[in-house]
Nanobody, 116 residues
C-alpha cells in the first residue's frame, strides 16, 4: 500500500509561480510511473505531466509545455511540479498519481488558484 500526500498549493497572482510536492510512503515500492493531473470546476480531469521512475523521461501536455517542470527526488519517492507563468486558466485542483506493479494511487489534491 502507498499513501500520497500533496503540499504546496495556494493562491498566486497571474505570472507567478508555485511548486507542488507529492510525497509517497508505505510498503509498495514498485512504482514505475508518476503523473500530475488537474481538474477545474465543471471540467474533466486532465493529464498535466508524467515521469518514468526508471529513466526520468518526461511528457508534458501542450498547455503547460515550457512553463511547468515535473521532477523526482534522488530516492524517487517524491515528485514535484514547478509551475511558472501561471495564468487564471491554470486554476484547478492538482492531483499526483502513481502506478505500481499491482495498483494505482492518487494524492488528496492540492488547490491552485491563480487570481489578481
Amino acid at each position: 500500500q502507498v499513501q500520497l500526500v500533496e503540499s504546496g498549493g495556494g493562491l498566486v497572482q497571474p505570472g507567478g509561480s508555485l511548486r507542488l510536492s507529492c510525497a509517497s510512503s508505505g510498503s509498495d515500492l514498485s512504482m514505475y510511473e508518476w503523473a500530475w493531473y488537474r481538474q477545474a470546476p465543471g471540467k474533466q480531469r486532465e493529464l498535466v505531466a508524467t515521469i518514468l521512475r526508471s529513466t526520468g523521461g518526461t511528457y508534458y501536455a501542450d498547455f503547460v509545455k515550457g512553463r511547468f517542470t515535473i521532477s523526482m527526488d534522488n530516492a524517487k519517492t517524491t515528485i514535484y511540479l514547478e509551475m511558472n507563468s501561471l495564468q487564471p486558466d491554470d486554476t484547478a485542483v492538482y492531483y499526483c498519481w502513481t502506478q505500481s506493479r499491482d495498483f494505482a494511487y492518487w494524492g488528496q489534491g492540492a488547490q491552485v488558484t491563480v487570481s489578481s
